[in-house]
């Protein structure tokens, strides 16, 4: 006998009044669209670091490919000094007009050239692509602000 009383009170609901259902109803729907948008962020952040991760794949794969090359490159060539040497001159940038003291210099000043051309170069390479995950998130994004508009 005791078990059918305790079972009939482990089944019996309870109700608890809100006081609120519509404020509370909105902090709810403002809370999902909060994790939904850091879900977008860290979407977008696991495709940046796909991107690096191939984009430093490909680098690797052609780092090798110069090696062997310049290998191959010295090689080729005789074993022989030159007799003649040449005058050393100053480095110079043709984009900018600068000549530089040493190669040190010279070469720190190509690379914020080559940087400030990747900038421009990803710029103008973003391409709109479409994520499933993204695009789900997006659309419960739309679907939780429509909520928050109907409230």
């Known amino acids: 006998m005791k078990q059918k009383k305790k079972r ?3 089944e019996e609901v309870f109700y ?3 006081r609120d259902p519509t404020e509370v ?3 709810l729907l403002e809370s999902a669209r909060e994790a939904v948008r850091f879900l977008q962020r860290y979407e977008k952040l696991k495709e940046i670091r796909e991107q690096k991760f191939q984009a430093m794949l ?3 794969a052609e780092v090798k490919d110069l090696r062997s090359l310049v290998g191959k490159l010295k090689k080729s060539f005789p074993n022989a000094r030159p007799h003649v040497s040449l005058p050393k001159h100053k480095p110079f ?3 900018c007009r600068k000549e530089f003291s040493d190669t040190a210099g010279f070469l720190k000043h190509v690379r914020i050239h080559q940087q400030k051309e990747e900038k421009v170069s ?4 973003v391409k709109p692509r479409a994520l499933n995950d993204l695009e789900k998130l997006e659309s419960e994004l739309n679907d939780i602000e429509g909520k928050l508009g109907e409230m």
């Open 25 to 27: 109803r909105r902090n």
């Open 16 to 18: 608890v009044g809100v």
């Open 122 to 125: 990803k710029i103008k390479e």
């Open 58 to 60: 490909q680098l690797d």
């Open 8 to 10: 009939k009170r482990s």
């Open 93 to 95: 940038c043709e984009l």
